[in-house]
C-alpha cells in the first residue's frame, strides 16, 4: 500500500473514533488542542496556580456540583480521623442505561505532602465539567461512561502538611513514644524561614525542631499516623517486601489491621458497591511514572501484557516512563495491588512529578555544614513551583482523557464505526481516487 493511503486510511479511523464532527483534535494527546476553551457565560473559575487548602477545596467541589448540575453530582464517601468530609465527585450524564455505565475510578493524595496530586483531581473535574457542553469526545465519553474522583482521600493532610512539610501518614492518633501522650513532639520550623530541614550525618539523622514535651527528645512523636498507601488488604504485614512496616514510628507504617483507617475504608466500600469500575488510578508524586501491578513482587500480573499495552499509550500522551511497580521497589499493602488482586480492576499508580532520581537536583539542594548534610526542600521534591503547575495538570489530563476514551470505546467500535462513517467513507475513497489518478498522469509522464 502506497504511503499516502495508509495516512489516509489513519486520518479516517481516527476520525471514526473519535467522532468529532471534524473539531481539531490531537490524537497524540486525545484532547482539544485549545484545552481552554470552556462554556461561555457557565463557568467556574479557577486559579490553577496556586495550592488549594481543604476549604478552597471543598468551595470549588461545590460551585462545580452546583453550576453543572447535569452532569456533577457531589457526595461524602466518608470521614477522616479530624472528622473532615472524603468528597466524591461523580460525573456522568443523567441519561437512563439498561445496565450501569462502565466506570474510571480516580484516587488521589494518599500522601500528605504530595499536594500536587490534589490539584490535579481537581484540574481534572473541572475541565470535565466545564468543556462538556461544547466538545463532542467529552460529551460522548459522559453520556457512555461515569468517572469518579476523589481529590483528597488524605484530607486531614492538607492541614498537616502545612505545619510539616515533611508529613505523610495520616491523623490517625498514635504515642510513639509511649509517654501516654499523643502526637506532642512533631518536628518545629524553629528559625521561622517557612521549612523545616533535615539533616544528617555519618552517624545520626534528625529534623528542625524543639523538646515540646520536655522530656529530653525533639521530635520523637510526629502527628499521626498510618501509611494510608500500605494500609490495603492485599499482601498487608508482607515481610518479604522492602516498603512496609509494623513500626509506628516508621514513615510506611502499616497500621494496626488492614482497614484500619477510616479513610481506606472509604475505599473499601465505595469500590466494594461499584461493580462497574474498569480502570483505576491513584495520583502520587516524588517521581514520574506509571506503575502498574504487582508492587509487592517483582513477578509480572496474569495481564501483563494488558497491562504495558494501557501504560505505553498513557506514557506517549504523558511523556512519563512505565514499568512495573514492583521492580522499582516492592511494598505491602498498596492501593493498586488490592484494586486489581481482589476486583481484578486494571489499576495504575502515575507518579505525576518529583525529584527522585534527580541527581543533579539533590546536589543542588543538600548542604554541607561542618561534616553535616541538611535538606530544606522537601516541599518542592514533591510539589512543582506554582507558575510550573499547569504542565503537570494536563499531562495528567491526556491520561485520564485517553483511558477514558479506551474505556468508551472498548466494546462495539466495529458497530460505532460502521454506523457513523458513511459520510466520512465518501470522502476518503474520493481522495483516494485523486491520488492514484495523480499517480498516474506522473507515470505516464515519466
Not at 335 to 343: E, F, R
Not at 380 to 409: C, G, H, Q, S, W
Request: aromatic share 14%; with cysteine; proline share 5%.
Amino acid at each position: 500500500m502506497v504511503p499516502h493511503v495508509k495516512k489516509i486510511i489513519t486520518i479516517f479511523f481516527i476520525l471514526l473514533l473519535f467522532n468529532t464532527n471534524f473539531h481539531i483534535v490531537s490524537f497524540r494527546t486525545l484532547i482539544p488542542i485549545n484545552t481552554n476553551y470552556v462554556v461561555p457565560n457557565k463557568v467556574v473559575q479557577v486559579a490553577w496556580n496556586k495550592y488549594h487548602n481543604y476549604s478552597e477545596v471543598t468551595t470549588i467541589l461545590k460551585n462545580l456540583n452546583e453550576t453543572y448540575s447535569e452532569i456533577v453530582r457531589l457526595y461524602s464517601i466518608g470521614k477522616t480521623w479530624e472528622n473532615r468530609d472524603i468528597w466524591c465527585i461523580e460525573l456522568s450524564s443523567r441519561e437512563e442505561t439498561s445496565k450501569p455505565k462502565p466506570a474510571l475510578f480516580i484516587v488521589s493524595y494518599h500522601h500528605a505532602r504530595e499536594r500536587i496530586t490534589i490539584e490535579v483531581a481537581l484540574y481534572i473535574t473541572w475541565f470535565l465539567a466545564t468543556n462538556y457542553a461544547t466538545n463532542d469526545t467529552i460529551k460522548e465519553i459522559l453520556e457512555k461512561t461515569v468517572i469518579y474522583i476523589i481529590p483528597a482521600l488524605n484530607a486531614d493532610g492538607i492541614r498537616a502538611s502545612e505545619m510539616n512539610p515533611w508529613q505523610r501518614k495520616n491523623m490517625h492518633p498514635i504515642d510513639e513514644d509511649g509517654d501516654g501522650k499523643f502526637d506532642e513532639d512533631p518536628p518545629n520550623d524553629v528559625d521561622k524561614d517557612g521549612k523545616i530541614y533535615c539533616w544528617w550525618n555519618a552517624t545520626y539523622t534528625g529534623f528542625e525542631g524543639i523538646d515540646d514535651d520536655g522530656d529530653g527528645l525533639i521530635n520523637e512523636d510526629w502527628l499521626g499516623g498510618v501509611d494510608l498507601n500500605r494500609n490495603y488488604d492485599f499482601h498487608w504485614n508482607d515481610t518479604n517486601v522492602e516498603s512496609g512496616s509494623s513500626d509506628p514510628h516508621s514513615e510506611v507504617y502499616i497500621g494496626p489491621r488492614p482497614f484500619s483507617e477510616p479513610e481506606t475504608q472509604a475505599i473499601k466500600n465505595f469500590v466494594e458497591q461499584h461493580d462497574n469500575i474498569k480502570y483505576a488510578l491513584s495520583f502520587h508524586s516524588g517521581i514520574v511514572g506509571i506503575l502498574y501491578p504487582w508492587g509487592y513482587t517483582q513477578n509480572p500480573p496474569p495481564d501483563e501484557e494488558e497491562f504495558i499495552s494501557l501504560a505505553k499509550n498513557m506514557s506517549e500522551v504523558s511523556g512519563y516512563p512505565y514499568y512495573q511497580s514492583g521492580r522499582l521497589y516492592t511494598c505491602s499493602g498498596e492501593w493498586g495491588d488490592w484494586m486489581y488482586g481482589v476486583h481484578r480492576i486494571f489499576a495504575f499508580t502515575v507518579e505525576v512529578y518529583g525529584q527522585g532520581y534527580n541527581n543533579t537536583w539533590w546536589t543542588e539542594h543538600v548542604h554541607l555544614i561542618n561534616d553535616k548534610a541538611y535538606f530544606y526542600d522537601v516541599w518542592e521534591y514533591f510539589n512543582p513551583p506554582e507558575d510550573e503547575m499547569k504542565t503537570v495538570l494536563e499531562k495528567n489530563l491526556r491520561i485520564t482523557l485517553f483511558l477514558a476514551t479506551k474505556l468508551t470505546f472498548s466494546k462495539n467500535v466495529l458497530l460505532h464505526i460502521i454506523l457513523i462513517s458513511v459520510p466520512i467513507i465518501s470522502i476518503v475513497i474520493a481522495v483516494i481516487v485523486i491520488i492514484k489518478s495523480r499517480r498516474l498522469r506522473l507515470h505516464q509522464k515519466l
